[in-house]
């Protein structure tokens, strides 16, 4: 099977591209930069999912698509972009499928779609996204419900992960290995609040099991959460890392208003330069106040079982961490508010 993914270089379409190679499929990757890691087996091409010239091009002779490409940081994004990409775009995505009559896709939502409604958030819980990246992802799953629902062997396969993380990612579990590895993390209060997780190789090998695999849905519409089963507390996210590094976890947690208190001159930093930092009242409010708790029972009912514990997959990124990932920097791709015109050659 021939299949095209958009957004590919990233962190999850990397693995989705090791997956998807080694399963022996043929792979096309999409996206406005080059993968940093090895896509020697894919065939790479540069262009906006945002173009409809491109996006045809791009899906001739291909039977499916994966369509991870997003408009998704907290930094440096327009309001107006995160629906450009996320809801215009992927319009543009279900037009050039029918243009080229591919009838499958796996698109990745978020569980951002929920937002501050009550728990529990199970997929048809209330939806109360409360930001433009929730509202603008919740908007691109109604563009594919639609398109799944003019039939014709449709079968459109969202998943909705929670904050996925793994061995090259630098965004929130990176940042938390950093700063404990760098002795600047102070724990605050006691972090009973849980903070679901997805780790990437489960994510993906999920993803795979709906899609094509045992837990195939039929054709349609149909809407997983991925979350890894238990949910840790925000504490004992912590004290796997402390001690995957090997050092002793804090006796003493600092209180809230203190936290709080050495976090404004960071806050003052990020208002005046708009820099994205490791450290705000925000984040600090995030990790020790906010419980972000989804559920994962629909997808566990179709047989998935994770190859990886949420323990160990900590673990893993840490040993990563230690060996390279330390001393690598992070590279932020931010998608422009206009759209790139195609540089998709008529031959792709």
Not at 43 to 68: F, Q
Not at 76 to 85: A, P
Not at 221 to 239: A, G, H, L, Q, W
Not at 288 to 315: C, F, H, M, N
Request: with cysteine.
């Amino acid at each position: 099977m021939k299949v095209l993914v958009t957004g590919g270089s990233g962190f999850i379409g990397s693995y989705f591209y090791e997956r998807l190679v080694g399963d022996g499929h043929e792979v096309v990757i999409l996206d406005l930069v080059k993968p940093a890691y090895d896509a020697s087996g894919a065939t790479y091409l540069r262009g906006d999912i945002r173009d409809p010239e491109t996006m045809v091009r791009a899906l001739e002779g291909c039977d499916a698509i994966c369509h991870l490409a997003a408009a998704h940081h907290d930094f440096g994004i327009e309001h107006d972009t995160y629906y450009s990409v996320n809801e215009h775009g992927s319009r543009v995505v279900c037009e050039a499928m029918d243009a080229t009559e591919v009838r499958e896709v796996c698109f990745f939502s978020t569980v951002a779609v929920y937002g501050d409604a009550p728990e529990p958030h199970h997929e048809d819980s209330p939806k109360s996204p409360d930001s433009p990246y929730g509202a603008s992802k919740l908007a691109g799953e109604g563009v594919f419900k639609a398109w799944a629902e003019n039939g014709d062997g449709r079968r459109c396969l969202v998943i909705r992960p929670t904050v996925t993380f793994g061995v090259r990612n630098f965004a929130n579990m990176y940042t938390l290995i950093h700063q404990v590895h760098k002795g600047r993390f102070f724990p605050v209060g006691s972090g009973s609040n849980i903070k679901s997780l997805s780790y990437v190789e489960n994510t993906v090998d999920a993803a795979m099991h709906l899609w094509f695999g045992e837990g195939r849905i039929p054709e349609g519409f149909d809407v997983f959460n991925y979350i890894d089963k238990p949910d840790f507390t925000s504490r004992k996210i912590t004290e796997v890392v402390y001690d995957a590094l090997g050092k002793r976890y804090p006796r003493v947690s600092l209180p809230m208003w203190a936290a709080l208190l050495l976090a404004l001159p960071f806050d003052a930093v990020i208002a005046l330069t708009g820099k994205n930092l490791p450290i705000s009242s925000a984040r600090v409010r995030k990790l020790a106040t906010v419980q972000t708790k989804y559920e994962a029972d629909k997808l566990l009912a179709t047989g998935y079982k994770p190859r990886v514990s949420l323990e160990d997959g900590i673990r893993k990124m840490v040993a990563w961490y230690l060996e390279k990932g330390k001393d690598l920097e992070a590279v932020w791709n931010l998608p422009p508010a206009e759209v790139v015109a195609s540089e998709v050659p008529a031959t792709a």
